[in-house]
């Protein structure tokens, strides 16, 4: 993995792909610490930190993996995505890819 902001474009690909646009337009992504601190975008993630996405009021939470590679990274991210939204009171049921 790189640094938050290089991840950072990876997430919002990925969550605009499955949101719908309404959806997507209120939804908040960052990054913290697994006490809640704010990673800046020059950082390097460790272990122990999270990408945090807040959509319509529901959290979804995913850890990140260091030495994940992007593209693994992002197929973890996407299935997990597409779970949650499935779970959740906006998307509930659906199945979105």
Do not use: Y
Not at 88 to 94: I, P, Q
């Amino acid at each position: 993995m790189s640094t938050v902001s290089h991840l950072e474009g990876l997430v919002v690909n990925v969550i605009t792909g499955l949101l719908k646009q309404n959806e997507a337009a209120r939804t908040v992504v960052e990054f913290t610490t697994d006490a809640g601190n704010r990673l800046s975008g020059s950082d390097s993630p460790s272990n122990r930190d999270l990408v945090k996405v807040v959509v319509l009021g529901e959290t979804f939470l995913l850890r990140l993996i260091p030495d994940e590679t992007d593209v693994r990274f992002v197929a973890r991210l996407r299935s997990e995505f597409a779970d949650f939204i499935a779970e959740s009171s906006f998307g509930w049921g659906e199945l979105r890819e």
